[in-house]
């Protein structure tokens, strides 16, 4: 039994030590990525081990359009499509079934289709005028492609429709629907009843709109104004709500710095959110509870629109319960454009447009409940006491070991469980008439820790 539990204690040891290895603090970028020419969309894979970026190459080098493919296991690049049909590829969006991603390119009339299992072009839907963003219903059986407009049809800005595809066939069918001008982004909900587009517009305070198109007999049913310069939208798990930036001018002046909140059950703006300078993409947990929202930060040195120039760029998480941008900021690279939050809620990655990079942020997954009491043991004259503590884990992905320390700067390790064992500790022979305060950490399998929960000794058990 002795031989047995040594050899149970060095396995722990062992976890443990692999786990502080790779251990990240939530909310943290743990590695940046680099990628191809001034990288815009994003889509992570149905399983999380690959992400899809639609290199956008802004600056026109020749092989510069490109998607670049992430391992995610292991934060490096894959693979770099390159194919003809690459033009100014702007969004990335993957069907449920994690078979095929679809590239929208900006600076033409296409959608080029990759087959995931090949990451190999294998074909074209035409049709389009700047297509700028896709989503897919449900049942995947259909698609809604925004047009912003493009060199080919109206020009860049000037778009004012969302074209419909049968994803079997790949064609577009029915006719235009008509939006605002410049739909920059478009969602659907959960159910798949809704799409809604953000419509830029000319960025000017209060000139967007957001258009409402029922798509059980795709009209538009509701518009929806007071944007300014609205960028990115994300829809709520629940469905209940809607997430938009507010870009602010593509001149940037006057700049933005808000996200706005739509009720959906009345369509009707409810909170506006104050973030940093020019919210460019959103996105929001698997769980509902945060919202993460890129600042791009580029602005021109004069007034006169020269010297572009790439400040800090920055992450904001909204708490979707309260509407108010909760700590930290979270430093990326510059001019984080999009975001995308992994099917499983472990990581977020952002497009780095300037830097042409992608960073991986750590998000929290799982929240601890902890509480602690005094236990006596008594034998013959002699009293030990000890100090019990417990608590309960919930979220996802939860921790896969936990860490007691008797220090809020974690210095004082107590003692370590994992969780497959019962979720309490004892500490043995303390000190009378002293107040305790244990300090817990957890980290599940990605390697993100917990936010150290304290738990004082305030009774007797």
Same mark, same amino acid.
């Given at each position: 039994m002795?031989?047995k539990?040594?050899?149970?204690?060095l396995?722990?040891?062992?976890?443990?030590?692999l786990?502080?290895l790779?251990?990240?603090?939530?909310?943290?970028?743990?590695?940046?990525?680099?990628?191809?020419?001034?990288?815009?969309?994003?889509?992570?894979?149905?399983?999380?081990?690959?992400?899809?970026?639609a290199?956008?190459?802004?600056?026109?080098?020749?092989?510069?359009?490109?998607?670049?493919?992430?391992?995610?296991?292991?934060?490096l690049?894959?693979?770099t499509?390159l194919?003809e049909?690459?033009?100014?590829?702007?969004?990335?969006?993957?069907n449920?079934?994690?078979?095929?991603?679809?590239?929208?390119?900006?600076?033409s009339?296409?959608?080029?289709?990759?087959?995931?299992?090949?990451?190999?072009?294998?074909?074209?839907?035409t049709?389009?005028?700047g297509?700028?963003?896709?989503?897919?219903?449900?049942?995947?059986?259909?698609?809604?492609?925004?047009?912003?407009?493009?060199?080919?049809?109206?020009?860049?800005?000037n778009g004012?429709?969302?074209?419909?595809?049968?994803?079997?066939?790949n064609?577009?069918?029915?006719?235009?629907?008509?939006?605002?001008?410049a739909?920059?982004?478009?969602?659907?909900?959960p159910?798949?009843?809704?799409?809604?587009?953000?419509?830029?517009?000319?960025?000017?305070t209060?000139?967007?709109?957001?258009?409402?198109?029922?798509?059980?007999?795709?009209?538009?049913? &509701? +518009?929806i104004?007071?944007?300014?310069? !609205?960028? $990115? =939208?994300?829809? *709520? /798990?629940? %469905?209940?709500? #809607?997430?938009? @930036?507010?870009?602010g001018?593509n001149?940037?002046?006057?700049i933005?710095?808000?996200?706005s909140?739509i009720?959906?059950s009345?369509?009707t703006?409810? &909170? +506006?959110?104050?973030?940093d300078?020019? !919210?460019? $993409? =959103?996105?929001? *947990? /698997?769980? %509902?509870?945060? #919202?993460?929202? @890129?600042?791009y930060?580029?602005l021109?040195?004069?007034?006169?629109?020269?010297?572009l120039?790439?400040?800090?760029?920055?992450?904001?998480?909204?708490?979707?319960?309260?509407?108010?941008?909760?700590? !930290?900021?979270?430093?990326v690279?510059?001019?984080p454009?999009?975001v #995308?939050?992994?099917?499983d809620?472990l990581?977020?990655?952002?497009?780095?447009y300037?830097?042409?990079?992608?960073s991986?942020?750590?998000?929290?997954?799982?929240s601890?409940?902890?509480?602690?009491?005094?236990?006596?043991?008594?034998?013959?004259?002699?009293?030990?006491?000890i100090?019990?503590l417990?608590?309960?884990?919930?979220?996802?992905s939860?921790?896969?070991?936990?860490a007691?320390y008797?220090?809020?700067p974690?210095?004082?390790?107590?003692?370590t469980?994992?969780?497959?064992?019962?979720l309490?500790?004892?500490?043995?022979n303390v000190?009378?008439?002293?107040?305790?305060?244990y300090?817990?950490?957890g980290?599940?399998?990605?390697?993100?820790?917990?936010?150290?929960?304290a738990?004082?000794?305030?009774?007797?058990?």
């Amino acid at each position: 039994m002795l031989l047995k539990s040594t050899i149970n204690h060095l396995m722990v040891v062992c976890l443990l030590i692999l786990g502080a290895l790779h251990a990240a603090q939530p909310n943290s970028v743990v590695a940046t990525i680099n990628v191809g020419v001034t990288p815009a969309g994003i889509a992570v894979t149905p399983d999380n081990k690959f992400a899809y970026v639609a290199n956008n190459n802004n600056y026109s080098i020749t092989g510069g359009d490109s998607v670049s493919v992430l391992d995610l296991t292991n934060n490096l690049l894959y693979t770099t499509i390159l194919d003809e049909s690459f033009n100014q590829p702007y969004t990335v969006t993957i069907n449920a079934s994690g078979t095929t991603a679809y590239i929208t390119n900006s600076n033409s009339t296409t959608i080029s289709i990759i087959d995931i299992p090949t990451n190999s072009v294998t074909g074209t839907i035409t049709g389009f005028d700047g297509p700028s963003g896709m989503v897919i219903t449900p049942n995947g059986n259909f698609a809604y492609v925004n047009n912003y407009g493009g060199p080919g049809g109206v020009g860049s800005g000037n778009g004012t429709t969302v074209r419909i595809v049968n994803l079997t066939t790949n064609t577009i069918v029915g006719a235009p629907i008509a939006v605002g001008q410049a739909p920059a982004a478009l969602a659907i909900t959960p159910h798949g009843a809704f799409v809604y587009v953000a419509n830029y517009v000319d960025g000017n305070t209060g000139t967007g709109t957001v258009s409402v198109i029922q798509t059980s007999n795709n009209t538009v049913v &509701a +518009t929806i104004p007071g944007f300014s310069g !609205p960028f $990115g =939208i994300a829809i *709520t /798990p629940n %469905g209940k709500y #809607a997430y938009v @930036t507010n870009f602010g001018s593509n001149n940037f002046d006057p700049i933005g710095t808000t996200a706005s909140v739509i009720d959906l059950s009345n369509n009707t703006i409810t &909170a +506006t959110i104050k973030l940093d300078i020019q !919210p460019s $993409g =959103i996105a929001i *947990t /698997p769980d %509902g509870q945060f #919202a993460y929202a @890129t600042n791009y930060d580029t602005l021109y040195t004069d007034t006169s629109f020269t010297n572009l120039v790439a400040g800090q760029g920055t992450v904001n998480i909204i708490d979707i319960a309260t509407n108010t941008v909760i700590p !930290p900021i979270i430093a990326v690279g510059q001019s984080p454009d999009s975001v #995308a939050i992994a099917p499983d809620g472990l990581f977020a990655y952002v497009t780095n447009y300037t830097s042409n990079s992608v960073s991986v942020i750590a998000l929290p997954t799982f929240s601890i409940t902890a509480q602690g009491c005094q236990l006596q043991d008594r034998f013959l004259t002699h009293i030990n006491l000890i100090n019990k503590l417990t608590w309960t884990a919930t979220g996802t992905s939860l921790p896969v070991s936990y860490a007691i320390y008797r220090d809020a700067p974690l210095t004082d390790l107590a003692g370590t469980i994992l969780a497959t064992q019962p979720l309490v500790f004892f500490d043995y022979n303390v000190t009378p008439n002293i107040a305790y305060t244990y300090y817990i950490v957890g980290t599940n399998s990605a390697g993100t820790l917990s936010t150290p929960i304290a738990a004082t000794i305030t009774q007797n058990c």
